[in-house]
């Protein structure tokens, strides 16, 4: 090989080097980065209320399916749903899920629990299980998809 080639093969080498360094991080995404990203989202809940929460961790094309009624569309539209609900702690605990091979998509589910501030024996917690989707988007897991349904309470 002469010179001139070894060092049109090093200026190519390091401008491969280069470009890699600048590209976007597209590591696929592990379960336990989706199971971390759900715990944060219930932790912001807990700490700064649903309509925080779900404002932060919301896609801007996520579409919510409450029991009982029709669907919501729009992350906004969802968090802003919750202003409806002062005082409403809403917590929840992610039991399993999953994430596609490419690492962009996934689901979470688990139990919840809602209560008020002003809570007693005619309006006791709400108990239930969720189920999300998610999408990756640049890099950070968003809902896509928010869905629940509430325990059976005894009468």
Known sequence: MSRRSLIGYLVVLVIALVAIGFMKDETPATLDDLLDADRAFAALSRE???AAAFAAY??????QLPEGGAPVRGGATIAAGFDDAPGLVLDWTPRE???SAAGDL???WGRYTA???EEDEASPASTGKYLNVWIREEGEWRVL???GN???LEE
């Open 150 to 152: 509430s325990d059976v």
């Open 48 to 50: 700064q209320g649903p």
């Open 58 to 63: 919301l896609a801007d094309a996520a579409i």
């Open 97 to 99: 899920g999953g994430v």
């Open 115 to 117: 209560t008020w501030p």
């Open 145 to 147: 998809v928010d869905m």
């Open 106 to 108: 996934g689901w979470t």
